[in-house]
């Protein structure tokens, strides 16, 4: 690798996608070019405005005004032939980055995931190898996993059965990915991504946050039926507490992601998750009492629900395949690419689990 590289990114203003920028602009000199859908605002201010906004909430130590001065900004959308844009507007790039994706699963919006995830994966590789990149980053999820359990290691998913629409979509990226010759192709599949390890702050809000969410709303619907009747009626909840649920800071990705391609490591998987996840029971517990509901019963997905139950059961249906099975995910090969670089994964024990949810919460009445 030249010692200055373009580096060509999609999804520059999302959650994963910021943050991969912010590190690509703290740890080297190179140069961004970021691939921005065109809005109600221009894409050069959206994509400033993301940055600033990420770079704030992550405590970042970058010089913000002067890093952007090494990005440039071309509008276009993955989705649509040669993403929209002309290829000499970007100019030869060094790597792609592509972090741009749909995160809806329901089957009703089967459609748009696919033409996001699947058909805008098709594009970008097109448009990696007609520039010339040398290597092609692919941000996936750990759970293209699927409904497989046990150890899930670092290589190709052949058999793994879906749970949702975006699952599907993620696991058919992969195959385009891995079908790809030429540049070096990485594969980096974050697990459930919340927010920075230090400063706890995140940027977009799916995943736990949306797990929070529900559990708020349900509690404000019931308050509206019967005042107090959550904090002294146990629900039921079809969870298994012992189960592993795999958070990993959105920081400690960007971070890993980015010192396992500037290593130059042989194209592959990678894995980009906790170590020693927290259990499902210490999670939903902690998210629970932060919102001062009774302690949940975990029963099993064949036991009897009560009228109470079954309307947040309905809620948690997407949750549910997250938050079962014994899912334990390798890095052996994140592990060796990084060596000393690897990150210290924080302790989500009671009280960080409660510090994350309750920061979200406070973000919510602002």
Known sequence: MSSRSTHLVTGGTGFVGAAVVLELLERTEDAVVAIVRPGDTNAPRRFREALATAAAAYASRIELASALERCAVVA???????CGLDRASVGQVTQ????????RYENR???EIEATNVGGTRQVLALAEAL????FNYVSTAYVSGRTSGIIREQVLTDAEPNNCYERSKQAAEQLVLALRGP???????SIVVGHSRTLAATTFSGYYGFVRQILQFRGMSQRVQAGLLETTPLRLR?????PI????VDIVAREAVAIARAATSEGVYHLTHAAPPT???TVRTIFAMNGLHEPIFVGEDDELGWLDQPLDRRLVFYRSYTSGDRRFDRSRSDAALGTKRCTDPVYDVDAIDALGRWYLARLQR
């Open 96 to 103: 792609v980055w592509h972090c741009a994706a749909s995160l």
């Open 239 to 243: 969870l298994d507490p012992e189960a």
């Open 280 to 282: 499902v029971g210490t």
């Open 76 to 82: 276009g959308d993955v989705a649509q032939p040669g």
């Open 132 to 135: 010339g990149a040398e290597a």
């Open 184 to 190: 070096q192709v990485r594969i980096f599949r974050p």
């Open 109 to 111: 919006h089967a459609a």
């Open 246 to 249: 795999n958070l990993v800071p």
